[in-house]
């Protein structure tokens, strides 16, 4: 499925029906046929209705009758069956789009997107395309052949009845424009009210714990009682709106009846037509528009379901520049020329370094001042506005993912770690090492009994509760699966602060030792405590000075 976040949202529906063509014709061509099956009883009416009239027999109708019901309902069966199966099939793909799109986007646009917000459209806007293509697509075919096949039927027993029954859909159709206009932006801005709101209550969630602490009642979530007012009015004003829009539209189409069963009597009074046509004009003006009444609700699902479709486009991935494998060996970091800013304010401009192999470089300045901001346009999570980091001569905002997770790792305060054995979480790098390795540096990082002491040793289970260690332990980890990874470059940002003096000491002592020709970049408070530093630099009102060592 080739879904981009250029596309409008038309084109988007045609690809993803598309990748389930098969499934998508057998449902259109049985729902099709369903429709015109479902004359087939009514004229069966007509017929034994006349027959019993004239003296005859009307078995034969009544058993074609049976048959044409049977048929029908296998059609409808099947149009509903092979709907639904396009339909998850189509919301799957669309999920597995996503989730592969948002794996290669670039990891600074990544960052710039909410978790909350992207679980909303993977979830609950994927699931939203269930009814657009489960269902609305034979209502459609049903809602629009059903009233003309009648109506021609109508035709076929008095022309001029039928033209009686139409009169009030002109009507009907005017009101309903006039007092439905505007309704699609009504409808965005709604749809946007509710994402806003789900994504406060997330919010609100994630953040349950610290408010308990503080006693700080749901009423003070401002973002959530805001979202929440916004929603009340939103659908209060709706709700007039449409309710007043439904009553007169209901009320206009289903004045058919009232306007052909007087015109019928009168005409079965002059002879001109029979008591069986009378009966079969009844019933059939009775539900002439009834389908056509029903598309207006399925239209307005489809306007939900569609806003669906633009909010999963811009995750799809788009040509936002070419992405290049580098192999070469690293022979010198530098940033030239780099300026970043974030939000409206300018951290860095003209950021000008040079780091050889081997050389760790220590980066310290007042909180606030830049030192992650710095850091972060290398790693990757950052763009800079203008020149960046260079590997060699090329720069490294243009590496692909593998390329520059092969150059740099990196570690800050805030460690994750996923569902799997610690084994499995210290070797994400992929990187064939054996045990002896492993258990090497937790030697070396005075880990060793710790681990030696759980259950299983290495294939013990940690998950992303991070149970079974502490935030010291859990970050001389991390430092452990960034070293496992043997990349030339390692950035550490403030990935001791949970550390000891002692510990820091023997975590730095071990990274050094275990890869001496890499490049260590540093971010402490604590700097003084770091020791080997080839170079040190103060981050401080926008630049970066070179700090002389002694
Ligand atoms: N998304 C953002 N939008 C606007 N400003 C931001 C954003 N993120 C960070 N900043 C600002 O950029 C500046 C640099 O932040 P950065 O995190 O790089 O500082 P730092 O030196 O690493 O601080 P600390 O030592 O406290 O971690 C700060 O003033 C911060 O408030």
């Known amino acids: 499925m080739l879904l981009t976040k250029d596309m409008n949202r038309l084109a988007a529906f045609k690809v993803m029906l598309s990748s389930e063509k098969r499934r998508v014709w057998v449902s ?30 009307p078995y034969m109708y009544l058993a074609t009758m049976a048959i044409a019901l049977i048929v029908r309902y296998a059609l409808y069966t099947v149009a509903i069956w092979y709907a639904h199966l396009a339909a998850y099939h189509i919301i799957q793909k669309v999920r597995q789009h996503l989730v592969m799109a948002l794996a290669h986007m670039k990891i600074d646009k990544l960052r710039g997107l909410k978790r909350g917000d992207i679980e909303k459209r993977i979830t609950d806007d994927c699931q939203s395309l269930e009814p657009l293509i489960a269902h609305h697509g034979t209502d459609i075919i049903n809602g629009l052949l059903m009233p003309v096949i009648m109506t021609s039927f109508l035709f076929y027993i008095d022309w001029w009845l039928a033209i009686i029954a139409l009169v009030p859909l002109p009507l009907a159709l005017t009101a309903q424009f006039l007092m439905m206009r505007g309704f699609a932006d009504r409808q965005e801005k709604y749809t946007k009210i509710v994402s806003n709101m789900h994504q406060a209550q997330l919010e609100f969630l994630r953040s349950i714990g610290v408010m308990k602490l503080f006693a700080v009642d749901a009423n003070s979530y401002l973002e959530l009682s805001r979202t929440m007012r916004s929603h009340d009015k939103i659908v209060t004003t709706y709700t007039k709106q449409m309710v007043g829009a439904w009553v007169t539209f209901v009320t206009l189409a289903q004045i058919s009846l009232t306007l052909v069963v007087p015109v019928a009597i009168l005409l079965v ?5 029979s008591l069986v046509d009378l009966v079969m004009v009844v019933c059939i ?5 009834k389908p056509w009444l029903d598309l207006t609700q ?8 569609t806003v669906s479709i633009d909010r999963i486009l811009p995750l799809c991935s788009s040509n936002d520049g070419i992405s290049v494998m580098y192999e070469k060996p690293l022979q010198v ?3 030239e020329n780099m300026a970043v800013s974030r939000g409206n ?15 760790r470089v220590l980066i310290e300045g007042e909180s606030g001042s830049g030192k992650s901001t710095l850091l972060s346009t290398l790693s990757g999570a950052l763009s800079s506005d203008a020149g960046g980091w260079k590997i060699n001569d090329d720069f490294v905002h243009d590496f692909d993912d593998e390329s520059r997770s092969r150059y740099i790792a990196a570690v800050d305060q805030h460690v994750k770690f996923f569902t799997g054995t610690l084994k499995e979480n210290l070797l994400l790098s992929k990187r064939d090492v054996k045990d002896e390795e492993i258990w090497h540096l937790l030697d070396a990082f005075g880990l060793k009994q710790l681990v030696s002491d759980l259950p299983s040793k290495l294939s013990s289970d940690i998950g992303e509760t991070n149970r079974l260690f502490s935030g010291g332990e859990m970050q001389r980890l991390a430092i452990i699966r960034a070293a496992l990874a043997k990349t030339p470059i390692l950035i550490l940002d403030e990935a001791t602060a949970h550390l000891d003096q002692l510990n820091e000491q023997k975590a730095l002592a071990a990274l050094r030792e275990y890869s001496p020709n890499q490049i260590q970049l540093i971010i402490s408070h604590r700097y003084q405590q770091v020791k080997h530093v080839d170079a040190h630099f103060n981050v401080r009102s926008g630049s970066i000075h070179e700090v002389s060592l002694v």
Do not use: D, K, R
């Open 345 to 359: 304010y300018t951290v860095f401009e003209n950021v000008n370094l040079n780091i050889t192999p081997g050389q």
């Open 333 to 335: 970091l530098s940033c």
């Open 269 to 273: 009074e002059v002879g001109q037509l």
């Open 298 to 305: 399925v239209f307005s699902q489809i306007q939900q379901s």
């Open 285 to 289: 003006s009775a539900g002439l528009l």
């Open 28 to 57: 259109i061509c049985s729902a099709i046929l369903c429709s015109f099956v479902e004359i087939i009883p009514w004229l069966c009416l007509y017929f034994s209705l006349n027959a019993i009239y004239e003296g005859s027999s």
